[in-house]
């Protein structure tokens, strides 16, 4: 079976989105151009920002139309990424609230993408296995 291990968000200034996700995941980029910026993050997953104005074929969407999601190990820990978050300046869509499978909050990147932070509340973890 085939697994993604890379996504690429289409933002307006690469090396500006890129100062943000620095900050946000506190580590710096693997690869930084102008139209490009690249994280690889411990468990090998790669985070990509292409410049919208340079991607080929052209791109017809920006941000709003997905989410990058962040699982927390508890409730606390949603809250405490949400305090975190807020001081930082970040735009939060949805303060923290409790949903049919958790605890979670969005927040928005420059380019309006949401983050998602989570916590679930159903004896699941984050990969789908049980506790």
Do not use: C
């Not at 910026?37 to 790669?46: A, H, R, T």
């Not at 820990?77 to 939060?92: F, M, Y």
């Amino acid at each position: 079976m085939t697994t993604p291990n890379f996504v690429i968000l289409y933002v307006d200034q690469p090396l500006r989105s890129g100062a943000f996700y620095s900050a946000l995941l506190g580590r710096e980029p693997a690869e930084s151009a102008p139209t490009f910026v690249l994280f690889v993050l411990d468990n090998g997953f790669k985070l990509g920002l292409w410049s919208r104005h340079t991607v080929e074929p052209a791109a017809a969407a920006t941000g709003g139309g997905g989410e990058i999601v962040f699982a927390m190990e508890t409730p606390d820990a949603v809250d405490a990424t949400h305090a975190d978050w807020s001081g930082r300046g970040l735009k939060i869509l949805q303060t923290p609230t409790d949903l049919d499978f958790g605890r979670t909050f969005v927040a928005l990147d420059p380019d309006n993408h949401r983050l998602r932070v989570y916590w679930l509340s159903d004896g699941k973890q984050a990969n789908g296995e049980q506790k």
